[in-house]
């Protein structure tokens, strides 16, 4: 398994692997007038890639509660939209039956 060097996604096999279309992220209080350049497929995917990379730069401050508004819009052009980004950690348990010897 490789990454792209474009959209950084793992793929299987180089010639079918096609970049999911780029979006532009803006979030003034965090890049200034610039923007950061994301691969998804959706608003919504776009903005919680964003959020991951953000969490990582800031060391989980969404998952503590923190939330934050951006805005994105297709990189080639088309509606800009307002997104408010939170998350949440949520509990995981696991059960697994143990055989008897
Ligand atoms: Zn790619």
Redesign the pocket.
């Known amino acids: 398994m490789k990454f792209?060097t474009?959209?950084k996604?793992y793929?299987f096999n180089c010639e079918k692997?096609k970049?999911p279309p780029c979006w532009k992220v803006f979030h003034e209080e965090f890049l200034g007038d610039d923007f950061l350049k994301i691969?998804e497929y959706t608003y919504d995917d776009a903005a919680i890639e964003y959020a991951k990379n953000y969490d990582t730069v800031y060391e989980l401050r969404l998952l503590e509660g923190e939330i934050i508004i951006i805005e994105i819009e297709p990189f080639n052009g088309g509606e800009r939209k307002k997104i408010e980004i939170s998350g949440e950690l949520e509990p995981v348990y696991n059960a697994k039956i143990i055989k008897n010897e």
């Open positions: 792209c474009i959209c996604k793929y692997h970049c691969y």
